[in-house]
């Protein structure tokens, strides 16, 4: 199994949802960041703490080579890297970058109306566009803070 496979079945195995894994150019720094959906706080220092502990163990077990292992929250301003984040956050606002111009535009800022068929709907101030989830180079929340307030929850 390669790490991300490993990363994969330890986080989900906690109760956990892996968001996304960054290692630093030398790879000596692993960066894991982690959700629980049905935790309406998101994840706290107690959750990593719990986490960053199982890695470690099943790391070394599995004999990944890595100096640092540093897990968190994947904060207020989310990637979205799966279909099913795009479909958890639909109603919300979002920034996208594609790899590819869409008439002419990469960067867009607007409300995620949600994906179907591989294809992500963003309600934008000129109407809806339309693109291919595979084109999506980077897709992240905009923090809102007024609903935080509201709400008391922050993403």
């Given at each position: 199994?390669?790490?991300?496979?490993?990363?994969?079945?330890?986080?989900?195995?906690?109760?956990?949802?892996?968001?996304d894994v960054e290692r630093s150019p030398r790879g000596r720094v692993l960066r894991v960041f982690i959700d629980k959906p049905d935790k309406p706080r998101g994840?706290?220092?107690?959750?990593?703490?719990?986490?960053?502990?199982?890695?470690?163990?099943?790391?070394?077990?599995?004999?990944?080579?890595?100096?640092?292992?540093?897990?968190?929250?994947?904060?207020?301003?989310?990637?979205?890297?799966?279909?099913?984040?795009?479909?958890?956050?639909?109603?919300?606002?979002?920034?996208?970058?594609?790899?590819?111009?869409?008439?002419?535009?990469?960067?867009?800022?607007?409300?995620?109306?949600?994906?179907?068929?591989?294809?992500?709907?963003?309600?934008?101030?000129?109407?809806?566009?339309?693109?291919?989830?595979?084109?999506?180079?980077?897709?992240?929340?905009?923090?809102?803070?007024?609903?935080?307030?509201?709400?008391?929850?922050?993403?």
């Amino acid at each position: 199994m390669d790490v991300h496979e490993v990363l994969e079945k330890t986080v989900s195995g906690l109760g956990y949802e892996l968001v996304d894994v960054e290692r630093s150019p030398r790879g000596r720094v692993l960066r894991v960041f982690i959700d629980k959906p049905d935790k309406p706080r998101g994840v706290d220092v107690e959750d990593c703490a719990l986490v960053s502990n199982q890695l470690s163990r099943v790391l070394m077990v599995e004999n990944f080579d890595y100096d640092q292992l540093e897990v968190s929250s994947p904060g207020i301003d989310r990637p979205l890297k799966k279909e099913a984040d795009f479909e958890r956050f639909a109603g919300s606002e979002i920034t996208v970058k594609l790899r590819l111009p869409v008439n002419g535009q990469r960067n867009f800022k607007g409300v995620l109306q949600g994906v179907r068929e591989g294809k992500v709907r963003l309600q934008i101030d000129s109407g809806e566009v339309v693109f291919d989830l595979m084109s999506v180079d980077k897709a992240r929340l905009v923090p809102n803070f007024d609903r935080a307030k509201s709400t008391d929850r922050l993403v």
